[in-house]
């Protein structure tokens, strides 16, 4: 997994919590990287599965709210840092489209070896858009986040159902989320 | 936050940064090895670029990149050239304008039909066509095309050559061929002619000699008959032969004697008139078709003008008269004789059917006339006919150009007579002409020619 998702974690519970609750997190883990993190690195992912744990047990948060929380936040902060993948003149399904069939394909070429997730679109009816997630990392509340990060980003957080249905018994390996633009 | 906290995410930072620096030497050891690699590449892509472009614009054929529509991309020099235009002015302008309108459709449905999945384009793929060069000029050529896609869009390959040469060649060809099997008829007929000249003259040789011995005998006759008709006479006075000389004056009556001894003298006359004409035109056959002189000859070409309006008589003695203005100082002159004996036959054919053209109550007139210098001898021939219209004077000596009509010439008499005279005797054949009064033919010859020419026998 890419540095920056680690960097951008810890940024995230030195905001949201506290720098020593994110030196806590660390100490606590036992990395093999000793969380010392470069944006440019790539970084067992499992690491990121034992900080998010140990933030839940600093903080006393679920798992999955604080891996959704820290999606939304990770959004904004890659638009922050690539700003050319969006156009914000652009419609919130046609972006999650470019996902799959742009971004990542210009993510492979910068790092040959990412490991992306899949993020399969389509469109069932008018209004209706369906994001389908599918990694063997299970990070679909990640993804989760994400999207809500790019509906927030749009300004249609409240014009926008997400109707999630997990289609790998519950391991977040393939997840299908069911956007609805309000009429 | 803490001193420990600080001191913790100090060195944790140095961490990074020491791994981002190593990740960086590692990045940019990886660019300047993959620029090495990407100049290298290019320098080689320049290299290709530039070979493909060497062969591109040296090939003498015509390749033109188009897009779907026809419209060229990209086009060699030889192209350029081919069709008449500036460097670039080909690039945008449509393969289709170049071609005229019905090799323009048979262009188009010949790229339409073109399988992208045959990559290769073969000769037999070559169609011919018709191009048109920057004015307008129609010219041959041949036309394959290949296509191929690129980046979702069809585009056409032409290759093209321009065939006038070949053409030219072909049709010069099939001309000297028509030419050879007609030299070679002629050849056919000169010697069957001379065969059956050679087997005339045997039986003419005996029916003159009889006509002759026919003609000596009826005069010892007539002496025989004069005597007869004095002892008639004399017998008349004898009433005892009465009956015997009324019996002889009857037959001789039924005999129509008199007659017989006025009319058998002229008619042996004019036999034996007849059998020299048929001697005459008999030799002018046989000179005139001397076979296998294929070598440089002196002949008397007053003789051989003689002899060929004696073989051509039947041709002119029903429009025409004949005269004849011969040089009697007329060198022996070097010449292919049965090649030049066709030119006279040519010309004087010719000169007959000028008159017949022209038409009137009485015969026109063909003159031919020798003379000479130190350098050259010069035959005219003059005619009274119809003259050559000055539309077709430039046409004249053009293989199968005609205006007679079917059966009357077949448009190589002058093209064969040119060719015999400019090309194989190094002389000229001109002429002077006005519509409605007359044509004068003139050739000119060599009067001496190297190397050395035996003279005929």
Known sequence: MKGVVFTEFLEMVDDKFS????????DNADLASNGAYTAVGTYDHTELVKLVVNLAAET???VPDLVRTFGEHFFHRLVAIYPHFVNDDQDVFAFLESVENYIHIEVRKLYPDADLPSVKTERPGDGQLVVTYESKRCLADAAHGLI??????????????????????????????????AA | MDIG?????????????????????????????????????SQTLIGQSQQLNAIFDQALTV?????????????????????????????????????????????????????????????????????????????????????????????????SRDITARKEAQEKQLRLEQELRQSQKLESLGTLASGIAHE???????????????????????????????????????????????????????????????????????????????????????????????????????????TTLSVTRNEWKYVAETTTDFDAGLPMVPCLPGDINQVIMNLIVNAAHAIESKGGESLGKIAIKTSHSDSQVTIAITDNGCGIPEANQGQIFDPFFTTKGVGKGT??????????VSQKHDGTLSFTTEEGVGTTFTITLPAVRTPEVKEAV
């Open chain 2, 63 to 159: 390749i033109l990149l188009t897009d779907g529509d026809g419209k060229i991309q990209r086009a060699n020099r030889s192209a350029e050239m081919t069709f008449g235009r500036e460097p670039g002015e080909l690039k945008s302008t449509n393969l289709y304008d170049l071609l005229d309108q019905s090799s323009r459709e048979a262009a188009v449905a010949l790229e339409r039909q073109r399988d992208p999945a045959k990559k290769f384009m073969t000769v037999g793929d070559m169609q011919e066509m018709v191009g048109l060069r920057a004015d307008g000029t129609p010219f041959p050529l041949e036309l394959a095309v290949s296509v191929f896609e690129l980046e979702g869009k069809r585009h056409g390959v032409w290759i």
């Open chain 2, 200 to 306: 005339i003259n045997t039986p003419i040789q005996y029916i003159n000699d009889n006509a002759h011995f026919l003609k000596e005998s009826f005069s010892d006759l007539m002496s025989v008959l004069q005597a007869y008709d004095v002892l008639l006479q004399k017998a008349d006075t004898d009433d005892q032969y009465k009956e015997q000389t009324g019996a002889v004056r009857a037959n001789a009556e039924a005999a129509d004697v008199d007659f017989l001894k006025e009319e058998i003298p002229s008619s042996i006359d004019q036999t034996l008139d007849g059998i020299e004409r048929i001697s005459k035109i008999v030799t002018a056959v046989k000179e005139f078709s001397h076979p296998g002189t294929t070598e440089m000859t002196a002949i008397d070409l007053n003789q051989a003008i003689e």
């Open chain 1, 148 to 181: 809500l990060g790019c509906l927030d980003h749009f300004k249609v957080k409240d014009k926008v159902s997400i109707d999630r249905q997990d289609e790998s018994e519950g391991k977040g390996s393939r997840v299908r989320f069911n956007l609805s633009k």
């Open chain 2, 5 to 41: 906290t600080l001191e913790k995410r100090l060195a944790r930072e140095k961490a990074a940064r020491s791994e981002a620096e190593a990740l960086l030497e590692a990045k940019s050891r990886e660019l300047y090895l993959s620029n090495k690699e990407l100049l290298k590449a």
């Open chain 1, 60 to 62: 006393g948060a679920e």
């Open chain 2, 411 to 420: 448009g190589q008499g002058l093209s064969i007579a040119f060719n015999i």
């Open chain 1, 19 to 26: 720098p020593e609750i994110a030196e806590r997190i660390i």
